[in-house]
């Protein structure tokens, strides 16, 4: 809150602000659902990505619209189709921490020609193991950059 605070009175501090205090819920699947499945969960969220997680609920794999098209394709039966067989998953996704910066965000986003990076924390121990904690889109950059030109408009 007091972050927050600070923020409104320096506006371009507010791309240094933890990604901690933009991030929004996850929405998840399990990695045994159906791309059928997850094009209806797609809709009823009204989100543009999906994650999946194992049973311990440790981040398994991101699921785009791009991959749910790619999927749709020919002839396959997508409510047989698990999400696992078509999704980007570990070690290969790009993700942030909570204490990293919008900046952060702004950047892995475009370097990587993706639109959101789900937020995580590392599983103690455990090499490439992350519980999933939220996500941040360009959406959220688009939020942040408005704040800032409100700002400076007042
Ligand atoms: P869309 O497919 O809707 O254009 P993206 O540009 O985010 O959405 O996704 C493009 C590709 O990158 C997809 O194959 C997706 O699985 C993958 N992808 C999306 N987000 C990430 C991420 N954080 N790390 C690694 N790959 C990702």
């Given at each position: 809150y007091n972050d927050k605070f600070k923020a409104k009175r320096n506006p371009e501090t507010i791309l240094y602000q933890t990604v901690n205090n933009y991030k929004a819920h996850p929405i998840v699947v399990g990695k045994s659902t159906s791309v059928y499945d997850a094009i209806v969960q797609l809709f009823l969220e009204d989100v543009g990505t999906l994650y999946a997680v194992d049973s311990v609920g440790n981040l398994a794999g991101v699921i785009s619209r791009k991959d749910l098209l790619r999927a749709s394709?020919?002839?396959?039966?997508l409510t047989e189709l698990p999400v696992s067989v078509i999704m980007t998953r570990m070690p290969n996704i790009i993700t942030i921490s909570p204490e990293e910066s919008l900046f952060e965000a702004a950047k892995k986003m475009i370097q990587n020609h993706i639109d959101s990076l789900p937020v995580v924390r590392e599983?103690?121990?455990?090499?490439?193991t992350y519980l999933l904690v939220g996500r941040i889109t360009k959406t959220t950059i688009t939020r942040a950059y408005l704040e800032i030109m409100d700002e400076k408009s007042d």
């Open positions: 394709l020919g002839n396959q039966n599983a103690d121990g455990q090499e490439n």
